[in-house]
C-alpha cells in the first residue's frame, strides 16, 4: 500500500473507530471527532432562564454534522447527518461562470448535466461522501444516549443535495434528500432501514446556495405529509404521470403518506427550513432573507400562497440590490409591503431561520411557553445563536406576533422539538459553518415539573400506540391536552372509519367509529379542540373513500365559527363528481362570505376557488 493511503487509512481508521464499532457500514468511514470535554464548557455557556434546566443528550463521536432530528413515539432520535457539504454539495458563490447554466437549468438532469459539462471527470468526486441517518437511544431511561446505530447511509450520488429533514411515525422513517423523497423502514428490528423506497424525485432543479434544501417534514392535521424545499427548486413527474413543477423558487408541498396526490401548497418563499402548524390546523414557518439587508420573515402558510421571492432576485444588483424584492418591499409586513399579489410575512423576525416547533401542550416546559412556537437561529457563531420563542394571535382572516423572546441561547442550533418525555431537544452544530465533525444534542426542562403525572401519561400513551384501544376510548382522547394524543386518537379511529366505509369492510359493530366521530363533532358538551380532531378524522376518511361525508355539509351552518370555517375548507379538498352537488355546495358556501367570522370568509373562498366557481 503507498505510503500516502496507508496513513489516511490510519487516520481514517483511528477517528471512526468509535462510530465504527457501534455498527457503522464499513464501507463508508466519515471523519468524526473522537469524545472531549468539550461539551462540559459548552455547557456552562449555553444561556437560560433560572427555572429551566439543559443536560447533555448526546455528543461526538455518537452523532456528527447535525442537520435535522426526529424523535419517534418510543423516544428514538433518527438524526440527519451531513459529510456531503462542501464535498459534492456546493454553491453557486463558489463558480459564478456557471450562474446561467444554472438558472436556466429546470430539471435535475439539467443539473447533473450542467455539473459534468464545467467539472468533467472531477465531478465524480461529488459522488464520494454520503448523508445518513444515525439512530440515537436511551435505552436504560437516565436521559443520555447510550445507544446508537447508522440508520441509513449510502446517499452519495452527483445529483445528491444535503440531506436535511427527516420524520419518524408508526415505523415509517421519512427522510428528505435533494433529489428524492424517500420512505425508509426498518423491518427486522436491527437498528437499519433494510426498506428504501423513493416516494417523489426532482427535487433540487439548481445548484443555488447551499442549505437551500428538501426539509420541513411534519404531519398535518388532515393525515397528510407536509414538506418544504428552498430556492433550488423542483421538478417532479409522478407516477402517474403528473407533472408538478416550481422551478424558480421555494415551496411547500403535500403527499399522502405512500407519496400519492402530491401537490404544490404555497410558493414564493426562499429557504423556509421547517413548517410547523399550531392546535387549529394553522401552518407557519420561518423564511430566511437573502442578505441585502432583507430580514427573515415569519409565514403564515396559507394554500395556494404566493410569498414573493423568485431566485432570480438573489443576483440582481443595479439599480437596487436583489431587483423588485427590495425595490418594492416584497419582504415586509402589512401595511409596508407593497405586493398586492402576495401574502405578507406577520412580522421579521431571527437572522438564520432553521428548526421550528409549536408546544404540543404536555410538556416539560414552564407554563409561560404555552401555544408557543420555539425556534432555531442558526447565524454560524453559537455565540449569536440559540432558540427564540413566539406566540400569534388573530389578525382578521391572518394573525399577529406576540411575545418574541430569547430564552435559550449561546447555541449553534440546527433544530428543536419535543419528546414524548415531555422535555425541549435541540440539535447543535457547535461553531462555524463547515463540518467540524461534532454534533450535540441538549435536553431542556423545567426541573419543578419532574415526575409530573400529566406527562408520564403521555409518554405512556404514545409508547402503547392507539392501534389496539377501544372506539369510546380514543374518542375520550380526541380531548387530551397533548396534540400529540389527541392526533394520534384522530388517526386511528379515521383509519377505521375509511375501513368500515369498504364494501369488504369489518362486520358493523354495536358502535361504529364512523357514528362515534360523528357524535363527537355535533355535541355541543364536548370542547372545541375535540370537535375538530373528530371533524379532521371525518374529512380524512372522506377523501379515502372519495366522497364528502354529509355531516360536513351540515357543520357549515354551525354555531361555532371555527367549526364553520374548517367545514368549509373540508369542502374544498373532497371529491365531487355530481354537479349538482357541487353547485349546491357552491351556492352555500357562496353565502358564506358574508358570514362575520374572517376566517369562514376566508375558507369559504378558498374553497369557491377549488370548486370553479
Known sequence: ?????????????????????????????????????????????????????????????????????????????????????????????????????????????????????WLGKEAESYAVEHDRIRLIEDRNGDGKADHDTIFADGFHEIATGIAAGVLAHKGNVYFACIPDLWLLKDTTGSGKADVRKSLSTGYGVHVAFLGHDLHGLILGPDGRLYFSIGDRGLQVVTKDGKVVSNPDSGAVLRCDL???????????????????????????????????????????????????????????????SRGPWNAEGLWYPAPENTGAYLIPPLLNLSDGPSGLTFDPGVT??????????????????????????????????????????????????????????????????????????????????????????????????????????AISDLAGLLGHADRRVRQAAQFELADRAALEALPCGPAVRAETARDRLVKVVTSKAVSRLERLHALWAIDQMGRRSGWLPPIIKTLLADSDPEVRAQAAKCVGQATLSNPAERASLAKTLAAMLRDPSPRVVHFAAQSLGHLGD
Open 1 to 117: 500500500m503507498p505510503l500516502r493511503r496507508s496513513i489516511l487509512f490510519g487516520f481514517s481508521l483511528l477517528v471512526g473507530l468509535g462510530t465504527f464499532a457501534r455498527g457503522q457500514d464499513r464501507s463508508y468511514l466519515p471523519t468524526v471527532s473522537p469524545a472531549s470535554n468539550e461539551p462540559d464548557r459548552a455547557w456552562q455557556l449555553i444561556r437560560r432562564p433560572k427555572d429551566v434546566d439543559v443536560s447533555l443528550f448526546a455528543a461526538e463521536p455518537r452523532m456528527a454534522n447535525p442537520v435535522a432530528f426526529s424523535i419517534d413515539a418510543k423516544g428514538r432520535f433518527f438524526v440527519v447527518e451531513t459529510f456531503r457539504l462542501k464535498a459534492g454539495v456546493t454553491d453557486n458563490r463558489s463558480h459564478m461562470e456557471w450562474l446561467d447554466d444554472d438558472l436556466a437549468s429546470k430539471t435535475v438532469a439539467d443539473r447533473e448535466k450542467m455539473t459534468r459539462k
Open 258 to 320: 405512500d407519496g400519492s396526490n402530491l401537490e404544490l401548497f404555497a410558493t414564493g418563499l426562499r429557504n423556509p427550513q421547517e413548517l410547523a402548524f399550531d392546535n387549529y390546523g394553522n401552518l407557519f414557518t420561518v423564511d430566511n432573507n437573502s442578505d441585502s439587508g432583507d430580514k427573515a420573515r415569519v409565514v403564515y402558510l396559507v394554500e395556494g400562497s404566493d410569498s414573493g421571492w423568485r431566485i432570480g432576485y438573489q443576483y440582481l444588483e443595479k439599480p437596487v
Open 364 to 469: 416539560l416546559m414552564p407554563d409561560r411557553f404555552k401555544d408557543h412556537f420555539f425556534l432555531a437561529d442558526f447565524r454560524g457563531g453559537f455565540a449569536q445563536s440559540g432558540i427564540r420563542s413566539f406566540a400569534v394571535e388573530p389578525n382578521g382572516a391572518s394573525f399577529r406576533v406576540v411575545d418574541s423572546q430569547q430564552p435559550f441561547w449561546s447555541v449553534l442550533a440546527t433544530d428543536v422539538d419535543f419528546g414524548p418525555d415531555g422535555a425541549l431537544y435541540v440539535s447543535d452544530w457547535v461553531d462555524g459553518w463547515d463540518k467540524t465533525g461534532k454534533g450535540r444534542i441538549w435536553r431542556f426542562s423545567d426541573p419543578a415539573k419532574v415526575g409530573d403525572r400529566a406527562v408520564k401519561e403521555v409518554q405512556t400513551l404514545l409508547s402503547a400506540g392507539m392501534k389496539d384501544r
